[in-house]
T-cell receptor
């Protein structure tokens, strides 16, 4: 597609439920990032995929968070047993193995 | 932890004035980028300055980089109400796995008519 697409745009879930957030990067982009942004805060790095290399998972806040990238394209961020502190906007970005990243519009997750 | 810290956290100016935002970082970088965010959603890439560059211009934007002080500044000249947004610096560091982009805490700019 023309841009980075994220779905859903908004998600309200009950505490304790699992959620999956999806990111469709720009076709051909080899690098894909997930970030989390809490209200009024900066972007917190979560995970980074680069081609076929092992992902950099150093930003995942707990073992409830995991992410996959299938076929070097679509990525899914899964949060298990959601907690209220997981409420945030989750942003995905992709690039063609170099500087200058294109961001999606994000998924606003609210855990009630 | 945040690689970049921005100053000021919030800035309010009148339309037509210049806005200056500063960013400090901690480690050696490959390049530094500035992004703009409206309404807390997607970020838009504004400008990139490489570690061997000292100044770069793009339209009403001027970015400087001082690697000895590990700092950068973003100047928006002749500001407009439409420039109201949050501005983030991001440092690009080359790691074993590729480029890693780490964001600062952001400056909230408000341009008033």
């Amino acid at each position: 597609g023309a841009g980075v697409s994220q779905s859903p745009s908004n998600k309200v879930t009950e505490k304790g439920k699992d959620v999956e957030l999806r990111c469709d990067p720009i076709s051909g982009h080899t690098a894909l990032y997930w970030y989390r942004q809490s209200l009024g805060q900066g972007l917190e790095f979560l995970i980074y995929f680069q081609g076929n290399s092992a992902p950099d998972k150093s930003g995942l806040p707990s073992d409830r968070f995991s992410a996959e990238r299938t076929g070097g394209s679509v990525s899914t961020l899964t949060i298990q047993r959601t907690q209220q502190e997981d409420s945030a906007v989750y942003l995905c970005a992709s690039s063609l193995s170099g500087p200058g990243y294109t961001f999606g519009s994000g998924t606003r997750l609210t855990v009630v | 932890s945040q690689q970049g810290e921005e100053d000021p956290q919030a800035l309010s100016i009148q339309e037509g004035e210049n806005a200056t935002m500063n960013c400090s970082y901690k480690t050696s970088i490959n390049n530094l980028q500035w992004y703009r965010q409206n309404s807390g959603r997607g970020l838009v890439h504004l400008i990139l300055i490489r570690s061997n560059e000292r100044e770069k211009h793009s339209g009403r934007l001027r970015v400087t980089l001082d690697t000895s002080k590990k700092s950068s500044s973003l100047l928006i000249t002749a500001s407009r109400a439409a420039d109201t947004a949050s501005y983030f610096c991001a440092t690009d560091v080359l790691t074993g796995g590729g480029n890693k982009l780490t964001f600062g805490t952001g400056t909230q700019l408000k341009v008033e008519l």
